[in-house]
């Protein structure tokens, strides 16, 4: 259990799979506890929706810059 934020930013820095949780929260609108009920396979279908998401946003920008 994290007493100080500071410790739980140190820690969610070396976790990945807690940062993909924390984002499937935000994304849903659901609590953490409600994110950890998920299955291995919905949390890992999530990774891949983000996934593809950035690139498509990096590409639009990469896009967008090359029009100035």
Same mark, same amino acid.
Not at 21 to 27: D, G, P, R, T
Not at 41 to 46: H, M, P, S, V
């Given at each position: $259990?994290? @007493? $100080?934020?500071?410790? +739980?930013?140190v820690?969610l820095k070396?976790? @990945?799979?807690m940062?993909l949780?924390?984002? *499937?929260?935000?994304?849903l609108?659901?609590? +953490?506890?409600?994110?950890?009920n998920?299955?291995e396979?919905? *949390?890992?279908?999530?990774s891949a929706y983000?996934q593809? *998401? @950035?690139?498509e946003q990096?590409?639009?920008?990469e896009k967008a810059?090359r $029009?100035r």
């Open positions: $259990r994290y @007493n $100080r934020p500071k410790e +739980l930013v820690q070396k976790d @990945n799979f940062m949780q924390f984002s *499937i929260a935000k994304e609108g659901k609590s +953490l506890k409600e994110i950890k998920m299955t396979e919905e *949390i890992i279908g999530w983000f593809i *998401i @950035n690139e990096e590409k639009a920008f810059k $029009r």
